[in-house]
């Protein structure tokens, strides 16, 4: 157990400023904290600020909690993503706040039975599945279950995303339900032609399969027209995607609030708005 009100201060700066990360970053650097095969435990009342690169790092762990826990950094950190869960299962986060540069949280490889609720997430880039398909043999994502949670001035909100043209994978029984988004860019997002730094073949379509994946009581604004984005893959198309009661206005003036579908045809159950899918 790691509890107590204490601060794990990086000092991430001056590291930010000296590693470009544009193109990625050319060397590793350290993790604020690191949970290799931990099993359960608990994480209570800890603060993370300014890590050079994630926040917490998670590997191998299971039956893991974090609670009342705070990621600080500024938005412009490279790379630091708050909690990165990775082959880990039970993991829950409950009652904390991140506020980073990169995903609030992200999940990859190998990642079954988390639960994320009442967090709050903002500056970065939102609460992110993967990316996945960019390594051989990735194990299954599987049991994601995002609820209550509010996210703000982000690049996306809540978000799935996979390499195009590399490696299979699968992703399945994903839901995220009475998520508030507040001037977020890309507020529901499944991106299958995830591509940073161009380093892939986007002519060639992704190899992960996602399917059972629920969008439910999501509301408030979106910064672009594009409320929701699912672009899923041609040669595996995502299946049993449902979008329920989905309220998201546009705040700017470049048009109507829109909702994009590509390769796949998800169930609306009550409100859909922007309409288009």
């Not at 603060?47 to 191998?60: A, C, P, R, V």
């Not at 999940?107 to 939102?126: D, K, L, P």
Request: proline share 4%.
């Amino acid at each position: 157990m790691v509890s107590g009100g204490g601060a794990f201060d990086g000092q991430g700066e001056i590291a930010w400023q000296r590693n470009s990360c544009g193109g990625g970053c050319k060397k590793a650097l350290p993790v604020n904290l690191r949970f290799d095969f931990v099993t359960n435990s608990i994480v209570e009342d800890v603060t993370s600020i300014d890590s050079k690169q994630f926040h917490i790092n998670l590997l191998g762990s299971k039956n893991l909690t974090f609670q009342r826990f705070s990621v600080k950094a500024s938005g412009h950190s490279p790379n630091t993503d708050g909690i990165h869960i990775g082959r880990s299962e039970e993991i829950n986060i409950i009652d904390s706040n991140t506020m980073t540069g990169d995903d609030c949280i992200s999940i990859g490889r190998g990642s079954r039975q988390v639960r994320i609720t009442n967090v709050r997430c903002g500056h970065g880039h939102g609460i992110s599945i993967g990316s996945l398909g960019k390594y051989e043999k990735e194990e299954p994502v599987s049991g994601i279950y995002v609820k209550n949670c509010t996210i703000y001035d982000t690049d996306n909100g809540v978000r799935i995303k996979t390499w195009p043209a590399l490696h299979g994978g699968s992703v399945s029984n994903i839901q995220f339900e009475d998520i508030v988004m507040q001037n977020v860019s890309n507020p529901i997002i499944i991106d299958q032609m995830y591509c940073p730094h161009n380093e892939c073949n986007r002519k060639m379509p992704s190899k992960v399969k996602i399917s059972d994946v629920i969008f439910k009581n999501i509301r408030g604004s979106s910064k672009t027209p594009t409320a929701v984005q699912l672009t899923c893959s041609s040669s595996v198309p995502c299946k049993n995607v449902e979008l329920s009661n989905v309220n998201l206005q546009y705040t700017g003036s470049k048009g109507p609030a829109k909702s994009i579908c590509t390769n796949v045809k998800p169930k609306i159950i009550g409100n859909l708005i922007p309409r288009g899918c």
